[in-house]
C-alpha cells in the first residue's frame, strides 16, 4: 500500500461516526498497512525534502574551439590573444541564452535556447558583419556599371552603347549587381563565363569576358587595392563565323529568284549590296545620282568627322539597275533584308553580300586600296602599305571610274 492509499484509508476512516467501531477499524487498516509496505517505501515517506539542485549560472563567456577560433576574421583572432573572455553570455528570463560582442565596429547579438545553436549564429553573423565592414568604401557593381556605361554613352556610337547596355542589364546585373566590387572574384567571374559557353552561347562569354576586362581595367584605377579578377580568366578558343563570299552561280540565284518574285520588299537592297559591297545599316544613307552610289560609313567612331563613300556604278550593277528601286532599298531594316535572303539561301546571311562583292572586286584585279576605299575599311591583309600612306592618296575621279569597269564577269552556269 501507498502512502496516498493509505492516507486517504485514514481520510475515509474519520467520517465513522462510532469512535470505538472508528478505532477498530483503523487498527485493522494499519496491521494491513504494516504487513505490506516495503521498506524503500518507508524510506520515501520518512525521507526528508531534497534540497534544490543549484542553478545554472546566469552567464558567463562563450568558449569557442581553437578550430572555430581560426575560421574567424583576422582581426577577431587578435581580440582572442589579448583575452579569450571577449564575448560574454546571460540567460534570459525566458531561458534563452544571449550574447553580445560590441566593439571596433561590431555589432553581435545573438539568442537560442540552445547553446551551441547560440554560439554557432553568433559565428555566423560575426563572419557577416565582418564582410560589411570590408565592403565599406566599395560600391556596389551595379552603381559602378551605371557610371562605367554613362561615360560609354558619351564616346562611342549609339548602336554599340546599345549592346554594351543590354549586355550589362541581362548578363551582368543578375550575376554581380548587388555585390560590391570587392566581392566579385576571379572564380566568380570565371564560372559565369563557362555557364555561357556550357549552353552553347561562346560568343556571348566572348563579349562579356572583352567587357569586363575594360570595366575592370578601369575599376583597379580608381582602386588601387582591389585585385584585377580578370587576369586569369581563361576561355577556349571560339572561332567567329564569318561567312563566305556567294559564288557566281550563286549570284545568278539571287538575281533569279529576284526576277521570279518581283513583289518582296528586301529583293532591291539585296542587288544593292551585292554590287556595293555596302552594309545593311548603312541603306538607310545611301544616295544614287545615276553614276555613284553614296553613303556614310557606318562604323565611324563616335567624334569624328562621318565618312561619306562613294562607289562607281560597276557594269554587273548597271546590268541589274532596272530591277532595282532605290527608295525602297533605302528604306530596307536588317530583318526584312534577312528574310529575304532566307528564302533563297537558308543558310546565309546578308553580309555574306558585302564580301561578295570585295571578292569579285579582288578577283577581276582591282587596286585592293581602291577596294578598301569603297567598302569602307582600315584595315586588308592583302594591302601592304600602311594607314599613313594610304591618307596621302587622292585618287582620281578618272582612275576610280577606270577600276569599277574591271568589275566584270560572266556567271558560272550550272552543268
Known amino acids: ?66 578550430k572555430e577560433i581560426e575560421q574567424m576574421p583576422e582581426k577577431f583572432k587578435r581580440f582572442f590573444v589579448l583575452d579569450e573572455n571577449i564575448v560574454s553570455y546571460r540567460i534570459t528570463k525566458d531561458g534563452l541564452y544571449q550574447a553580445r560582442f560590441r566593439r571596433c565596429g561590431y555589432n553581435i547579438e545573438v539568442a537560442h535556447k540552445d547553446f551551441a545553436t547560440m554560439k554557432h549564429r553568433f559565428l555566423k553573423k560575426l563572419a557577416e558583419a565582418e564582410k560589411k565592414l570590408e565592403q565599406i568604401g566599395y560600391p556596389l557593381f551595379k552603381e559602378y556599371a551605371a557610371g562605367w556605361l554613362k561615360e560609354k554613352q558619351r564616346t562611342v556610337k549609339e548602336s554599340t552603347y546599345k549592346g554594351y547596355e543590354q549586355l550589362v542589364r541581362v548578363n551582368l546585373i543578375p550575376a554581380f549587381g548587388e555585390m560590391s566590387l570587392k566581392e566579385i572574384t576571379r572564380k566568380e567571374v570565371q564560372e559565369l563565363l563557362f555557364s555561357y559557353v556550357d549552353q552553347g552561347k561562346n560568343r556571348t562569354a566572348q563579349k562579356l569576358k572583352v567587357m569586363l576586362t575594360a570595366m575592370f581595367d578601369v ?19 571560339y572561332e567567329v563565323k564569318k561567312g563566305h563570299a556567294f559564288t557566281k552561280e550563286e549570284e545568278k540565284q539571287i538575281i533569279d529568284f529576284c526576277k521570279q518574285h518581283p513583289h518582296y520588299h528586301g529583293n532591291s537592297a539585296l542587288l544593292l549590296l551585292m554590287y556595293t559591297g555596302m552594309r545593311v545599316g548603312e541603306l538607310k544613307t ?45 528604306n530596307t531594316n536588317r ?17 555574306e553580300l558585302r564580301y561578295t562583292f570585295i571578292t569579285r572586286a579582288k578577283e577581276c584585279g582591282v587596286n585592293p586600296e581602291v577596294v578598301m576605299l569603297w567598302v569602307g575599311h582600315e584595315h586588308d591583309q592583302d594591302v601592304r602599305t600602311s594607314k599613313v600612306d594610304r591618307g596621302y592618296t587622292t585618287y582620281s575621279e578618272e582612275y576610280l571610274r577606270s577600276e569599277i569597269l574591271k568589275i566584270d564577269y560572266e556567271y558560272e552556269q550550272k552543268c
Open 219 to 237: 575599376i583597379v584605377d580608381d582602386y588601387p587595392a582591389l585585385t584585377n579578377p580578370m587576369r586569369k580568366i581563361v576561355l577556349n578558343h
Open 335 to 351: 530583318d526584312v533584308a534577312r528574310d529575304t535572303i532566307k528564302r533563297i539561301f537558308p543558310d546565309r546571311h546578308t553580309h
Open 286 to 330: 545611301m544616295d544614287f545620282d545615276g553614276e555613284y552610289v553614296t553613303c556614310i560609313s557606318e562604323k565611324t567612331r563616335k567624334g569624328r568627322k562621318e565618312v561619306v563613300r562613294k562607289i562607281p556604278v560597276s557594269p554587273m550593277l548597271k546590268k541589274i539597275l532596272h530591277m532595282i528601286d532605290f527608295e525602297k532599298a533605302k
Open 1 to 66: 500500500m501507498t502512502d496516498k492509499e493509505l492516507k486517504k484509508v485514514l481520510a475515509g476512516i474519520q467520517q465513522i461516526p462510532n469512535e470505538s467501531e472508528r478505532d477498530e477499524v483503523t487498527q485493522i487498516v494499519l496491521k494491513a498497512a504494516a504487513e505490506s509496505i516495503t521498506l524503500e517505501t518507508l524510506k520515501k515517506i520518512t525521507a526528508k525534502p531534497k534540497k534544490e539542485e543549484k542553478q545554472e549560472q546566469s552567464g558567463g563567456s562563450v568558449k569557442f574551439t581553437k
